[in-house]
């Protein structure tokens, strides 16, 4: 299965089929959907549009695409705001299930969605963020080769870390080992100053130009180098990292696989539905189950142990087998802790969460 966001205008989306947020009657609404008709050819929509009618709010109608990159929009009419006591939410999730189980209907293996309703009908954004990302994910259960691609005009409009998740940004604050305030003399709570302390930024960017010139072994080894430096710096800081076990006796004792293999027997998962929920290939966790030196990247390991709903502590001891680190330097390895203390382990909210932050999200395939 599939799923992503991306900050984009919907009408420039490829995808079989482009989702509008339509008026009820057969006429050119606001919005999304003026732009829709404009840039698929507002003469010929309109008229494939008045041969449907009216539409139901909750409910979905399909036609051609015309000049649009996809084979068909799917009309689907969102409810209005009102109290939340009105089956709103009921509606907004039948505006999501309908556009997707016509998009299987129509034999579409990609569908490209605008947050429905949260224009001109008021709509709160959080709740409509939840309830998209729950009918997402229940009909990816049952449609697991269906695309699913949520478009927003920018990261603000999501708005999910402070309503829907608490205080992510107040554990960014306190925990994100900021280089920027220690080059400027500035001390982060409970950390000393550094010295030749190099940006996060410059590291990522280093690592991504390494990984397209390596092998991906090499590449491995290149992420676990750079983790070993940045647990050097925060030891320098006077911070233990959050990854710090001890003497390595977790990493020297088990391999990744193994600890992996019996964190999926505990916790009596199929391989399916391990692999699913990590957003991993079956090729992928083949290759795990039948390597017992498999060395898996940090955002495999990563998404291994959100899979597995893993405490925080068994969470650093998997990440160890595998010579990697939760590290402070990385605003990525912080939303990822915050999100494991929180309980939070859904790859989509997790996705939203670090798209919001302008951070790379996890492939979801």
């Not at 009820?24 to 041969?51: C, F, M, Q």
């Not at 309908?98 to 605008?114: D, T, V």
């Not at 949520?150 to 402070?162: F, H, I, Q």
């Not at 233990?240 to 998962?269: A, C, H, N, R, T």
């Amino acid at each position: 299965m599939s799923f992503k966001i991306v900050q984009n205008d919907i009408v420039r989306v490829k995808a079989d089929a482009i989702v509008n947020t339509a008026n009820p009657y057969p006429v050119i609404g606001d919005g999304t959907d003026a732009d829709i008709y404009e840039a698929a050819g507002s003469e010929n929509l309109l008229r494939e549009r008045v041969k449907i009618g009216n539409i139901a709010r909750g409910d979905a109608k399909a036609t051609p695409a015309f000049k649009l990159q996809a084979k068909y929009i799917i009309h689907t009419v969102g409810p209005v705001w009102i109290d939340g006591n009105s089956h709103e939410v009921e509606t907004l999730k039948s505006c999501y299930v309908r556009s997707m189980k016509l998009a299987a209907e129509l034999k579409c293996k990609s569908i490209a969605f605008p947050l429905i309703a949260t224009g001109h009908y008021g709509f709160p954004r959080d709740i409509a963020l939840s309830t998209a990302l729950e009918s997402f994910n229940s009909f990816l259960l049952e449609y697991p080769d269906m695309e699913i691609t949520l478009v927003v005009y920018d990261r603000k409009s999501v708005e999910v870390s402070s309503r829907i998740f608490g205080d992510l940004q107040s554990f960014i604050d306190r925990e994100y080992f900021n280089d920027k305030r220690n080059r400027a003399g500035k001390k982060p709570d409970g950390m000393a100053g550094v010295s030749n302390f190099r940006g996060r930024r410059y590291i990522e960017e280093q690592r991504h130009a390494e990984d397209e010139r390596l092998t991906q072994e090499q590449g491995h080894a290149e992420e676990k180098r750079v983790a070993e430096e940045e647990r050097q710096r925060e030891s320098e800081a006077g911070l233990e990292p959050w990854d710090y076990i001890g003497d390595g006796s977790v990493s020297d004792s088990i391999s990744f696989q193994k600890m992996l293999l019996e964190k999926i027997d505990e916790e009596k998962l199929s391989d399916p539905d391990f692999y699913h929920a990590a957003g991993l290939s079956r090729q992928v966790f083949s290759k795990i189950r039948s390597n017992e030196d498999y060395q898996p990247s940090k955002e495999t390991a990563i998404a291994s142990a959100l899979a597995l709903k893993l405490p925080f502590d068994d969470a650093k001891a998997l990440l160890e087998t595998a010579g990697y680190a939760f590290s402070r330097s990385q605003k990525f390895d912080v939303v990822i802790v915050y999100c494991i203390k929180n309980k939070i382990f859904n790859l989509m909210k997790i996705n939203m969460m670090l798209f919001e932050q302008d951070l790379k999200i996890f492939k979801i395939s």
